[in-house]
């Protein structure tokens, strides 16, 4: 039985969280088609111990390549490596997650081997007829889910969104293998130069890897309020989202926004303050474990979708929120 | 430079209203829009135009009705509009898309730079970019938020990533997808609309492309729906009101005893 395979990530050697939630999903289908899985890593510099990590998690297998030039993501060469492992080994499934990169390799890697590929799913099984991969994504905006599959193609391949299912508890007891895959010069594709990170890059947050979000809209009525919505996320270790028109009007950059030409969030707490709920907005919040909506228009939709609604005045609830957070009662 | 802007017609959502009964999207009388990410796709390549000179040509894979979103284009500036229509292309996934897409590029003969959307508001998968850009073994760049033009052979740009916002030398030909920071999308002129108007969208079909017939279409497409679910929208949950000061407390107590009690705080 061929392998079910992740994709994980590094930065700077250090291995990502979604790397193991990953390990999560493909334990599951593992177990379920009684396989192996086995955890793939492109990159530079990092640790035996970290790759031990990802076998205590749940890999039976580590796959590394590494390489100095593999220390930034480059989808040619990314692909180049995959493209002839995938032809090597012939896994039944590769999952990947759903970030920059992973949405970017992943579409060239399955044109380049001719398979199907489904984006930012929330969802996944094997169906017991078949043991075809059943991939469960939303789409429109999450208006709705859709179930994909690839019936006649391998291997089957889905993005998978970050935060959608939790880390596994490392197990001391498991064991693997590690392999280090050499690294091929003819796999380098010099095409794209990385040239390094821009410094100055303002108030950039990366708000999909919040645990919390508290996020204002308009009803926060200027760009000074924002700071009460800063102090708040930081008594609650979280970070500061927003809607199209506070981060139109200025407010707070464009890497808070939050919504369908903004970020998809996943947060297990979303805290909403003088926010109105548009369809365009919801669609980025929908996968949120709770959402909090804070204003003081009784029927604005937000309210609606909410698990507690305050019908109030921001300015007067949380001003209170932050003394009970800062009290610590 | 030979500029190519793929867009796509979707479902215009601004004015979608919930049902309340069955927590569906009330669809009829939903009008058809330009990608509203695809309006920034569209902008860059205008810039670039404006800036350094360019042609830019907008394509679309659509049913004939698609047209209008050509239209659209033009009439904000494109020099010609492609439509890429044929039933045997109907029900494509992102990997079919892409295939015929790239096919229909490489008929229009040489380009420079093909600059698509971030992501489509409704597949919202946001592979057919990458997917073109693997079949004509383009290098590719993703989420770029920033464009500048170092040679005639090579961009300077900026990639928005988790990590902040990487800067890469791009060689041409390539494609990129930009994302709403790269600039603000400028509106149809009435010359524009006239030009619209006057100027002769190309179809290309099967009938005047060379396809690979296995790759078309529903048929040609790895990936299948197989079922479709509409979620509930309402989550049922507290609504506590705080209209005078003794309810704030009140209310911000029970939040907190909440957030408690889901061990978030
Ligand atoms: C194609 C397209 C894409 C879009 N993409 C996005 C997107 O990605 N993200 C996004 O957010 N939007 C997006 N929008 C915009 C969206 O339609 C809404 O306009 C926007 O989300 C509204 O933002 P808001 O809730 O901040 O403002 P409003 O809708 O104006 O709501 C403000 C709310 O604040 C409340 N309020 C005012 N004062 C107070 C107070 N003192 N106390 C408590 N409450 C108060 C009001 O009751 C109101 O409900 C998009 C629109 C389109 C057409
Ligand atoms: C509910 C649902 C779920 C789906 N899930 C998947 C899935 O997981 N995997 C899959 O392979 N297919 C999927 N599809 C099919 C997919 O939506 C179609 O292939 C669609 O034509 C293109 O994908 P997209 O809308 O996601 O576009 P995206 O890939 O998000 O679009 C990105 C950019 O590509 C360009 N572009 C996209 N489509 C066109 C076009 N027709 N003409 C010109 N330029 C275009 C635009 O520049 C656009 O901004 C799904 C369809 C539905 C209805």
């Known amino acids: 039985m061929s392998y079910i395979w992740t994709l994980a990530e590094q930065a700077n050697g250090h291995l990502k969280q979604v790397s193991f939630e990953l390990l999560t999903r493909g ?61 090597t080994f012939q896994p039944h499934t590769i999952l990947a997650a759903a970030t920059s990169s992973g949405r970017t390799l992943m579409p060239y890697v399955a044109v ?39 019936p006649n193609h391998r291997p089957q391949m889905a993005t998978v969104r970050p935060k959608s299912t939790r880390p596994p508890e490392p197990d001391a007891d498991r064991d693997g293998k590690i392999i ?3 690294f091929k010069e003819e796999w380098l594709d010099g095409r794209v130069e990385f040239l390094g990170y821009r410094k100055d890059a303002g108030d950039f947050e990366n708000i999909e890897e919040a645990d919390i979000i508290i996020a204002g809209g ?15 996320s930081d008594s609650l270790e979280g970070m500061v989202g927003a809607t199209r028109d506070a981060v139109d009007r200025g407010w707070i950059g464009y890497s808070h926004q939050i919504g369908l030409s903004g970020k998809t969030v996943s947060p297990k707490l979303y805290i909403g303050a003088g926010i109105s709920g548009s369809i365009q907005h ?14 003081n228009d009784p029927e604005a939709p937000l309210h609606k979708i909410a698990d507690f609604a305050i019908v109030g005045d921001l300015f007067n609830v949380l001003p209170e929120l932050q003394k009970r957070l800062e009290g610590g009662k | 430079m030979n500029i190519i802007v793929p867009i796509k017609q979707v479902p215009e959502t601004s004015n979608v209203k919930m049902d309340p009964e069955t927590g569906t999207m009330v669809r009829s009388g939903v009008e058809s ?24 040509t907008a394509v679309t894979m659509g049913p004939p009705k698609a047209r209008k979103v050509l239209d659209m284009a033009i009439s904000m500036g494109c020099d010609d509009g492609v439509l890429v229509s044929d039933r ?102 009435l010359r524009g609309k006239k030009k619209a108007m006057q100027t002769e969208i190309r179809t ?39 209209m005078d000061d003794a309810s704030v407390t009140e209310a911000v107590d029970r939040l907190m005893d909440f957030l408690r009690q889901r061990e978030v705080v």
Request: aromatic residues 4%.
């Open chain 2, 88 to 189: 045997k292309f109907g029900g494509a996934d992102t990997w079919a898309t892409s295939y015929t897409l790239s096919e229909a590029i490489k008929a229009l003969g040489n380009v420079d730079l093909i600059i698509a959307g971030e992501r489509a508001t409704d597949g919202d998968t946001a592979q057919v970019g990458p997917g073109i850009a693997a079949w004509m073994n383009l290098p590719l760049a993703t989420y770029i938020s920033d464009i500048e033009v170092e040679s005639e052979k090579s961009l300077i740009v900026e990639r928005l990533v988790e990590e902040g916002y990487e800067r890469l030398r791009l060689p041409l030909p390539a494609l990129i997808t930009v994302v709403k920071e790269i600039a603000s999308p400028r509106l149809p002129t």
């Open chain 1, 27 to 87: 334990r599951k289908l593992a177990d379920s088609l009684d396989t192996k899985l086995a955890s793939l890593l492109i990159g530079n510099g990092v640790s035996a111990e970290a790759l031990r990590e990802l076998i205590l998690s749940g890999a039976d297998e580590v796959y590394y390549v590494e390489d100095p030039r593999l220390a930034s993501f480059s989808c040619e060469t990314y692909s180049n490596i995959m493209v002839e492992l995938i032809k």
């Open chain 2, 204 to 242: 290309l079909s099967t009938e005047n492309l060379t396809l690979e017939s296995t790759n078309l279409g529903l048929k040609g497409s790895p990936t299948k729906v197989v079922k479709i679910e509409t979620p509930k929208v309402t989550r049922g949950g507290t609504v506590v009101e705080a």
């Open chain 1, 282 to 295: 919801l669609a980025g919040i929908k996968t949120s474990e709770i959402i909090v909506s804070i204003n």
């Open chain 1, 180 to 182: 280090n895959v050499p």
């Open chain 1, 112 to 150: 380049r081997v001719k398979t199907g590929l489904t984006a930012d799913c929330t969802e996944l099984d094997i169906e017991e007829t078949t043991g075809n991969l059943l991939q469960t994504r939303p789409a429109i905006g999450g208006n709705i889910l859709a179930t994909i599959k690839t």
């Open chain 2, 33 to 56: 829009v330009v990608n509203p990410l695809d309006l920034y796709a569209l902008e860059a390549a205008l810039s670039l135009k404006d800036s350094h000179g360019a042609t830019v």
């Open chain 1, 218 to 232: 308009k009803g926060m009525k200027k760009a000074e309020n924002f700071k009460m919505l800063r102090r708040l």
